[in-house]
């Protein structure tokens, strides 16, 4: 189906419905394709997979051991668009629970 | 107007000894150091205003900043809200108010600057600038953009809900001077547990004559009739 302008003229005041043109419907169709969908999700997963690994760097200085379970943790989140490639998988890693907490297991932190 | 025969050494009574009307060309016209306007006439639409201490003369209102061009719902649904010939060389700012918008997915939101007066179409990609905002939990909102023929001013507005902002045009005919446009909306942005509000700042980088805008949700369409947008016209007090 395709998508509509509503056009409104502020001299006539009158309102109008006209259907986006073919080109403007490509473009439409274009963004919302599967593929632009998950691309723009796996976007969100690595802006929130840097915050979360720039809350860890500094146990990569020279003075700090990081423990195993952090390595595996930060190496997690680097292998999430290797592990997981599809629009629901996303759906799934960016899961937030009624106060915004990011709910799927590969974020939580070990102590 | 006729008066009743009086007695000798008989007052008038004004209750009961006058009758009929007093034609009014015999009316005085009374002065506004007695209460009247001293005015035989006005103009339709226009108010009095004293022109000395004992003067009235009538005036158009110029008390009003932001006059009302236009105010419309969407009526149906739909995925972009095109105003066309709003903007006009009377006023060299407006201001736009969204209010009540809501779409139906959840939708990147943008804005864009129309050309070509009642016959509008889309302006060039000209369009400059940034978006910034704040958001529940703590977390920041952000997007910029050069050279695009509309830009966003909400990432995601969640579907279903309602969401407010307005923004200023400056100078939107002006071809001499770029136009610019600035706002502010609140929303919940990406879902319902992401509550925030996003303040923008866009430029046209070109000399075109801006004459209208649209609103565009990339996903899906404004979903209810009762979306409105009103357009001000403002008056510059100088």
Redesign the interface.
Known sequence: MA???????????E?I?VD?TAEEQAA?DD??STEKVTARKLEQVKEIRLEKLKETDYLALDDVTMSDAIKDYRQGMRDIPQNNTTEAEYDLILA??????LTHSIWSKPA | MALTRLGPNQSVNLATNVTGTLATGNLPTIPVTKGGTNLTSGTTDQFLKFTGTTTLASAADNAGIYNLVTSTTIGSEGATFVVDDCFTDTYDKYLVFMDKLRNGNNSEITLGLRTGGSSGSDAGSNMGGGMLGYRHSATQTNSSQVNAPDVIIIGSADQDTWWHGQFYVYYPTTTAVETVIQGQVTARDGSTTYAGFNDFGYISLSTEDHTGFFIKSATGNFNTVDCRVSVYGITNGY
């Open positions: 998508q509509k302008h509503i056009i409104h003229n502020a001299q006539t005041k309102t419905s986006y439409y963004y919302n937030r629970d009624s106060d915004g907490k």
